[in-house]
Every structure is written in C-alpha cells, then in structure tokens.
C-alpha cells in the first residue's frame, strides 16, 4: 500500500516555512493522540496518529526533506534504498527531539525542547448502572454519586500551601525530564525529583497534602438515550478525575447494564415473551390480551395452534439506540396441560379421546405422522 504525500498529510504546501509545518503538526497530533480519541475511533485515530508523525520527522528536518522532495518516499525510506527514514540513523534524526513534539508540545504548547513539564490528563473513571428493561427501551435521566479526585480549592490545585507557590526543580530546570547519555544515545527519563511535574513544593498544602486533589463525591445527571441495552456506555467528558499538573480532568464513562425483566427477553431490537393458552383455546381458537412496553394488545389464537408456535407483532420491540427501524414483540403460546382435575373432567377427557380414536387419528396429525415414520424405521432395521 503506497504511502501519502508527507505534505498532503500535514495539509501543507511545499514551500511551507518550518514554522508552518511545526504549527500543522501540532494541532493533528492534537487532534488524533490516542488520549483524545476512544471507542471506535480509537484505531483510526491511532492510525492517522502515526502518519502525523512520520510526516513531520521528515519534514521538521532539513536533509530529510530536501531527499523527499527529489526522489519522494525512496529518498528517506531505507526499505525503498533511501539513506534513512523516520527514526533511523539517516541524516540528523533526534529521537529525543522527536520524542519532545509529540509528548510536551502536545500538552503544554512547549515541553520537550527545552518547555515545561508535561501536562497529563486525569484518569478516566467508570461507573456501572442498572436500568430496568422499560428505562433501557424508553431512556431516562438519573442521578448518579460519583467518588473522585478534583482539584484542591484552597490551594487551586497547586499542592502548596497558600501564600506560597510550587519551585522550579533544579534537577531538571522546570522541564519535567532530564537527558541522560548513554554512548552514541541521549536517553529522555522522567525527571526523579519532581516526577514529571518540573517544580517541587517547598510547604505542602494541609487539606490536600501537597498533592493538588483531594477525594470527594459529586452527583452528576446522566442522560441515557431510547434503545440502550447492557454493554453500551454514556461518556461524560471531563468528569472524570482532576489532573495532577493543570492537565485537563479525564472522562466518566457510564456503562450501562439492564436488569432481567419478569415478562419479556431482549434480543438486539426484539422483544420474546412466552404466553400459557389453555387447552381449550389453542383447540377451537380464541383472544387473549398480552402486555407490551406500550400497553395492552389483542392477541388472536387460531384454532387448531400447537404449543411453541410464534405470533409476530410489528413495531412493538425497541428503536435501536442506533438507529434503524423498531423490532418486533414475537409470542411464543405455550398450551398448558391442565392439572388438579376433577372426576368428572377426567371421564370428560376420557370420552374426548375415545371419540378422536374413532376418527382415525386425523385430529392429531403430528402424532400421526410420527407414529408413522417409528414404524418405518423399525420396519427397516428389521423389527
């Protein structure tokens, strides 16, 4: 599969300055990193992620552009015969350098080439609700209590004490890494002192330890659409939990679980149900009224019906919270078989069936042909 024109990926023209091209880069590595980009976007993003990359290791360096724009792909891909491409040891590449644009200057606009520290998200957070069959079919609003981390009010999330304010660690000169040689390789690390952060705090905050958050429970409406059903989630962005650096607070994701029902089963957009019909109703046919999640129904039993035969009714499923057409609500009679009878009922019984005897079987077809086919098979085994 040929690869995209490192320009056209970036949306620049060919001419563009390195400040355009670090500019561009930017604001796609925004837009596709993976922290911002869940569910089923996540690959796509990760993919076009990539691309933004490779795109500006190319670019972002002189030497390397100049053999992309005279032999194109086959200048810089040593796959292709080219002297080197995205983070091989071609040309002037630095994997630190590289390293900084995508993490710092993604989160705080500077970090890794000599910015501040890296700003990281707060975690994301889930929350399990149960929902009967009707609120999942119908949708509803709840309120939810969530226990989380948000940031410290009397210290505004700073971890030091009022009146005063964290200082820049010297280890790292407030850039929240430091740069370790190892032979021919410059090794980034998270900085030990600070841990990342790119200041120390010389008197802590009392309420939150100097950590910035403290632990606290919020109530939060959700609003669950029609037509959910267990597996599905609701995202509630930025409820999650605050950052620990003035990172932006991570995501509350409700997942949605639906309680089984007395009545009915769910199976994507229908409805089942199974309906007990009397003897005497699935023999000579009848009505009966059956529930739906709208309201009553009629439903008309034809005489003759056998136990486990199935009655559609349109329209009286779910509407996919997805969209697309609503199912049906599908009926499975069962004839039950009467119990605790009486003398009199059984002499009755026992007269009905003498009197079926007589017709020949004809009022019991199934019976018959099963009767049938045993007696062909014993015939052929030689019985």
């Known amino acids: 599969m040929s690869k995209r024109d490192y320009y056209e990926v970036l949306g620049v023209s060919k001419n563009a300055s390195e400040a355009d091209i670090k500019k561009a880069y930017r604001r796609l590595a925004m837009k596709h990193h993976p922290d911002r980009n869940t569910g089923d976007d996540a690959a796509v993003a990760e993919k076009k992620f990539k691309e933004t990359k490779e795109a500006y290791e190319i670019l972002s360096d002189a030497q390397k552009r100049a053999a992309f724009d005279q032999f194109g792909h086959a200048g810089v891909d040593p796959s292709m015969g080219g002297p080197g491409g995205p983070g091989g040891f071609g040309g002037n590449a630095n994997f630190s350098d590289v390293f900084g644009d995508v993490f710092g200057d993604i989160f705080d606009g500077g970090g890794g080439r000599g910015g501040g520290p890296r700003m990281q998200r707060g975690a994301d957070l889930r929350y399990n609700l149960q929902l009967s069959l ?22 505004n999330g700073s971890g030091a004490k009022k009146g005063s304010k964290p200082k ?13 040689q190892q032979g021919f390789f410059s090794v980034q690390q998270t900085c030990p002192t600070c841990r990342g ?9 009392l309420p939150c330890r100097g950590v910035g958050r403290i632990q606290e429970h919020k109530t939060l409406s959700v609003k669950v659409p029609p037509g959910v059903d267990t597996g599905d989630r609701v995202r509630l962005s930025g409820e999650g939990e605050a950052s620990e650096n003035g990172g932006p607070s991570g995501d509350l994701y409700v997942q949605v679980s639906v309680k089984d029902h007395d009545i009915f089963t769910r199976e994507e957009s229908n409805l089942f149900c199974d309906v007990p019909i009397s003897f005497v109703t699935a023999a000579l046919g009848g009505e009966l009224e059956v529930p739906t999640l709208s309201g009553k129904v009629v439903l008309k039993i034809p005489a003759g019906t056998q136990s486990g035969k199935m009655f559609r009714m349109r329209g009286k499923g779910v509407k996919p919270v997805r969209g697309g ?3 049906d609500l599908i009926c499975r009679v069962m004839v039950e078989t009467p119990v605790n009878l009486t003398d009199k009922q059984r002499d009755l019984l026992r007269q009905l069936d003498s009197t079926m005897e007589e017709s020949g ?17 014993f015939e052929g085994m030689g019985f």
Not at 135 to 155: M, Q, S, Y
Request: hydrophobic share 25%; aromatic share 4%.
């Open 168 to 180: 820049t660690c010297d280890t790292c000169g407030g850039h929240g890494q430091v740069r370790m």
């Open 361 to 377: 079987g004809k009022h019991s077809p199934h019976s018959s042909n099963w009767m049938d086919g045993v007696k062909k098979f």
């Open 325 to 327: 057409p609503i199912g």
């Open 134 to 155: 009707e609120d999942a079919v119908a949708g509803t609003t709840v309120r939810i209590r969530v226990p989380t981390l948000v940031k410290c009010n009397p210290c």
């Open 197 to 205: 952060k790119g200041t120390v705090i010389e008197s802590p905050c």
